[in-house]
């Protein structure tokens, strides 16, 4: 979130997930570990930023059945997200809480939330939207979740968004037909490059650099209201087959600089990027779109990098956050006459109040790629003018794949910036002097008109570039050629930066405020640092908290009264440049690679296939129902519905009785997307479906050996990965075994048992803090072998990589010391290798760090996404890390598979990585022992 408020972003938005918060449909947990969502309001509060909070009760497709508790699923609350009593009796109880921990944080009540939406994606108003046809069903649902938050104290505007153009659903002004269901401000999500890392997954998949319009759309659709983009593409998910660095390429900086500036232009005021850090990450794994551990190619990796593609927003929102005239605008103008190129297409927006102008300018072929040049006609205060106008044959230049906004009677403080082909960055107020701060790209020039001023200086960078013209009105200066700072002073005491893109890229606006709309006399500029995360002014010292990834001079733009730079706590040596900003050397990095791993120990985690195991305990119950709520009960019974015995998520493994001989089994197993399942009859491997990435069920014959089948009690263990539901009404799809049929037996199945997670058969699950979805029914997961605390002191020492034989699965244990350096933020991975000439790839890797299940390995479907990065809090950098590898061999050939931890980054930073998280990693428990 710090880096979030650093980008320049005045708001955050997050999904609360239901399933997260109810383990079962008489619990809410609000507190345990990382369950309260106040904190992320006092966090917000205390950094500065606005929140749009969006709780569901749906919330997003690339999570388990859309964030829906799984309790959910079996059938007995009816259709999802409708109006029927039972499912609002599911939902109220945890709509309700948000709302009542929401309320006091509210804007209102000097709080931070600003915005609420009710449900996600929900287009379901208009059975005929031309012809505004109600269907009075989801009008109800959302009315009903409409009065909920309202009754619970929800003041500020109630949201939602669409998922395309054609729904035209929930938005006041559309409703002219009266059907209710509305909220106060209509949203459009839209994601012109396709949200997935492989294009063929959208029905549409416009080529690259593709605009739309969303003039005309919010025009027709919710004309009285700010055009709201509550989702715009910030990245792509990346599916179990998409590349293993994900698609960076696809939404990279000039897709952001090209696509936010055209939104802009497009007059849409609420522009909520998704997603600007990470991805689907958690235990959790949904269908079909669901990756393993893999980032959302977002401007904030998974693995928290920041790069060009954050440094390109951060010069965007900086813009928007200085520019408040931008916020009240009128589109005067859209055409190809506003240049002397016709490759060239302006939008000019006006302020009716301040006739400020903003003239958004692009190719007028979007996806061209071609460099052009171009004079620019301008209406201003001052006249009227085409600009460049002093540079002779010199023009502005544009890019191709990116766009600019010039900016025409521009208030900075008490001047008047008349025009600039440049782009402002930003402006700040320092002692009641202005500086005004000007980018273009690397090596282009650029012109501004200062209203009033009377002479012009160069005080700092190259002299000889820069050219003043003296018209009546004011002060003209050309530029050329920039690199790096040119800082200019026009008056006395104000001052003009000007910089290249690279310079843009590194510098920073840090609020001396926590007020999010950031006023501009509450302002520090700070070039150079990799990042800033906030500064403090106080008295003579001016303290910045941000990450270093060199050794470097960084310059200070603060209030006279700063002499001294403090940088991390650590006060530097300071010089004051002729023009007034302060310059210190900032130090790098420490070197820091991670310690070696401990010894690894290893234990069978599959003891269930054989015929002496005794599955009498509490992990197993009886899957004896004859009856189902679900509406696909065309089965095999009695059915063998996991949701149905209170197991959700991960490994469940299936135990099946029959007696006598038989010659083949049938199996139908379903359990979304890239699942697997291997079966065992009396101990012995008789087969496995390795997994589809087109399938959620995989069905398989398999005929017994000979040797294998008893004429007297058999057991056939079946044990079977999901991995999530699917998303909308595809939650209700089943998990489990769908047909069980033995051909040649005598009686068929006599009984089944089921073994899933921990507690669930009983509504109890064991750990409240990393959650039901942290865990399935792998034997070392009930007994907690994967929580630190565990003692396996008398387990046999073998790593993974010396590898096993035989069909089964092995839980591999180690430790991993952390002692990182103080000051420094590292950022750590856990990776899988293994030698596809020495081995199979018929594996199934889980991961766990300190409990959490952080990872999911299907080499056999992508052995290229084998890296896991996992966050601060889940690492313990202060101490011992116990980290798990269960190994679930599909087939008798030999697997071996290493684990190494990787090193993402290592920088000097403020971030505190060694806080005390002990909280979210509770340890083992002897309840565990009940589940053997
Ligand atoms: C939207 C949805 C988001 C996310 C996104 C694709 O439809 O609202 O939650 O699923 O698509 O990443």
Redesign the pocket.
Known sequence: MEKIKAMGMNTVSFYSHWGYHAPTNDTLDFETGAHDIGRIYEIAKNLGLFVHARPGPY????TSAGGMPLWLTTGEYGALRDNATVFTGAWRPYMSKVEEITAPFQVTNNGTVILYQIE??FPNQWSNVEEKIPRPVPIAYMETLFENAQSNGIVVPLTH?M?NRQAKAWSIDYDTAGARGNVHIYGL?NYPTC?SCIPSDCSTSNPSFTLMDYTAHFNEVSPKQPSMMP?FQGGA?NPWDGPAEGCEAKTDESFVNFYYRDNVAQRVTILGL?MIHGGTNWGWIGAPFVPTSYGYSAAIAENRTIGSKYYEIKSLALFTRAAKDLTKTDIVGNSTSYTDNEAITTIELRNPDTDAGFYAIRHTDPTSSDEQSLRLSVRTSAGNFTVPIVSGNDKMSLNGHVAKILVTDFNYGRMNLVYSTAEVLTYGIFDSQPILVLWVFNGEGGEFFIEGATSGKVVGGDASKVQFVKPEKGLIANFKDQTGMTVVTTNEGARVLLMDRDTAHLFWVPALTTDPTVPVDQVAFVQGPHLVRGAQLEGSVISIRGDSNETKRIEVFAAKQAKTIRWNGKRLKTQRTNWGSLTAEIGGPEVFETPKLGTWRVQDSLIERHTNYSDSGLAWVDADDMETSSQYDDATKPYLYSNQYGFHNGVHLWRGYFNGTADVVYLEVQGGIAHGWTAWLNGKFIGSFLGDLSSSTGAKEFSFPNETVSDKQNVLLVMQDITGHDQGSGSLNIRGIVNATLLNSESGFSSWKVAGTAGGATGSFLDPVRTHYNEGGLRAERLGWHLPGFDDSRWPKKSPGDGFTGAGVRFYRTHLPLDTPAGHDVALSVKLNFDSDETSNSFRGYIYINGYQYGRYYPYLNDAMNTFPAPPGVWNYNGDNVIGLAIWNQEEKEVKCDLEVKVEYVLASSLDVKFDGTYLRPGWDEKRLLYT
């Open positions: 919330i997003n497709a690339e996600n994606e968004n998922p999500d949200w989702e998910l998704y």
